[in-house]
């Protein structure tokens, strides 16, 4: 790698890059071990290049020395008539190179690239439904300090739980209740409808969950009708959420049920922690799987300049 980074701005990662990526990644963040799958499902997949779709569309920048990268996307978060929200999903920056230029050039690529597809803001963080991380986490001090350096400010902390994949006694699904994996079409389908008609914000997350063989339902055999789901590895493996109950049947065991279900099937891949992310009720999941606190990520945004014209197609 050359010692003048800034001699070369980013350039446009393609799919052929993905070794470079996760290589960087393995040195910039070694503790989360993001794999090629993960990097390429939050990237590349034909689900995040569609500008009208749930998930938006997706690019990435990196240094020609292979010194930084970024991913962004950008989604009509607050619906298709309002100005979509532009996401720095991910941003490494080699521990060797920091500190020079390369992290301000590479949000300087994707918040232009952003603007130029209409978005009204960038924020680094908050990306849900899909994500790798659901901030910046409060220990990477380079990284928040970067953020505020550039104009970003904190818009709320999201407190993400972990948990060991096998516990002492997982708890039984109620009497009534089967808990299953989402395994058929049919399956599918009664687990988008009923995420449409009680959790329409989580149906994106359940829909790819279910279509990878990640989610979990729960139905209710004398009704005949599910009353809840919940899913994993939707953006990242071993990462839980959504877990979704029908309003109707709180406080029944559904959700700890569920969860036990997901947490075998992290196991049996081979994973010995879950990470839970987004958590809003702490109690339920310190409770029923013996959750800790894993990191508190902050969510960080700034107001970008109106820019005529697009640039469809950029960065892909």
């Given amino acids: 790698m050359s010692d003048a980074p800034g001699a070369a701005g980013p350039v446009p990662w393609g799919p052929d890059r993905l070794g470079d990526l996760t290589g960087l990644c393995a040195a910039a963040l070694p503790d989360e071990r993001l794999s090629p799958d993960d990097l390429e499902?939050?990237?590349w997949a034909?689900?995040?290049?569609?500008?009208?779709?749930?998930f938006g569309v997706s690019a990435v920048w990196g240094?020609?020395?292979g010194s930084g990268a970024v991913v962004a996307s950008v989604r009509h978060t607050l619906g298709p008539d309002a100005p979509p929200t532009g996401y720095v999903q991910l941003l490494v920056v080699h521990p060797a190179r920091r500190r020079r230029g390369v992290a301000r050039a590479l949000v300087g690529a994707a918040e232009e690239w952003a603007a130029g597809r209409g978005a009204s803001g960038m924020q680094a963080?908050?990306?849900a439904p899909l994500y790798l991380f659901t901030g910046v986490d409060s220990r990477w001090l380079d990284a928040v300090c970067c953020f505020e350096a550039l104009g970003y400010r904190r818009v709320v902390v999201e407190l993400d739980l972990a948990c060991p994949t096998r516990v002492g006694r997982r708890a039984p699904a109620p009497a009534g209740i089967t808990v299953r994996p989402v395994v058929t079409d049919g399956?599918?389908?009664?687990?988008?409808?009923?995420?449409?008609?009680?959790?329409p914000a989580w149906t994106a997350e359940l829909e790819r969950?279910?279509?990878?063989?990640?989610?979990?339902?729960a139905r209710d055999v004398d009704a005949g009708e599910v009353v809840g789901a919940a899913a994993h590895s939707v953006g990242r493996l071993g990462v839980v959420g959504p877990v979704a109950v029908d309003p109707r049947v709180h406080g029944a065991g559904i959700g700890a049920s569920m969860m036990a279900e997901v947490l075998e099937q992290l196991s049996v891949a081979g994973l010995s922690r879950a990470e839970i992310a987004w958590v809003s009720t702490v109690r339920f999941y310190v409770r029923s799987c013996g959750a800790t606190v894993l990191r508190a990520s902050q969510v960080l945004r700034r107001d970008l300049p109106a820019t005529a014209g697009t640039t469809a197609g950029a960065g892909r």
């Fill in 125 to 127: 963080g908050g990306a």
């Fill in 209 to 217: 969950a279910g279509a990878a063989g990640t989610a979990v339902i």
């Fill in 187 to 199: 399956d599918l389908a009664e687990l988008v409808e009923w995420s449409a008609r009680c959790w």
């Fill in 63 to 65: 240094m020609p020395d």
């Fill in 46 to 54: 034909p689900d995040v290049q569609d500008p009208g779709g749930p």
């Fill in 41 to 43: 499902s939050l990237v």
